[in-house]
């Protein structure tokens, strides 16, 4: 059975920084795309984060490019979310993902994703 699990979340004052995991058991995904996704209350769902299967591409959300970083360690079958300069607008519950194929040198859509973490919330205060 495959899970990926979320961990780091927390509240933060604006400014601060946070850095999420996201540990997979049950598959190695070292071969495919990892992500990170989140969701704000009432809103919904968006991209954050995109990182291939060797870390060699990223993509990321417009609004966090220069304060979040996603990076991975395949030998530990963890992807991270490192984020800075946090502001309110950042709230929101932080979704890993995961691609069942694919190299992830490509930007993909949400649907391309084949495996969900359970979240885990991020609430910046001001």
């Known amino acids: 059975q495959v899970q990926l699990v979320e961990s780091g979340g927390g509240l933060v004052q604006a400014g601060g920084s946070l850095r999420l995991s996201c540990a997979a058991s049950g598959r190695t995904f070292s071969s495919h795309a990892m992500g990170w996704f989140r969701q704000a209350p009432g809103k919904e769902r968006e991209f954050v984060a995109q990182i291939s299967w060797s870390g060699g591409t990223t993509y990321y959300k417009d609004s966090v490019k220069g304060r979040f970083t996603i990076s991975r360690d395949n030998a530990k079958n963890t992807v991270y979310l490192q984020m800075n300069s946090l502001k309110p607008e950042d709230t929101a519950v932080y979704y890993c993902?995961?691609?069942?194929?694919?190299?992830?040198?490509?930007?993909?859509?949400?649907?391309?994703?084949?495996?969900w973490g359970q979240g885990t919330q991020v609430t910046v205060s001001s």
């Open positions: 993902a995961a691609q069942d194929y694919g190299l992830g040198t490509s930007l993909l859509s949400g649907y391309e994703y084949n495996y």
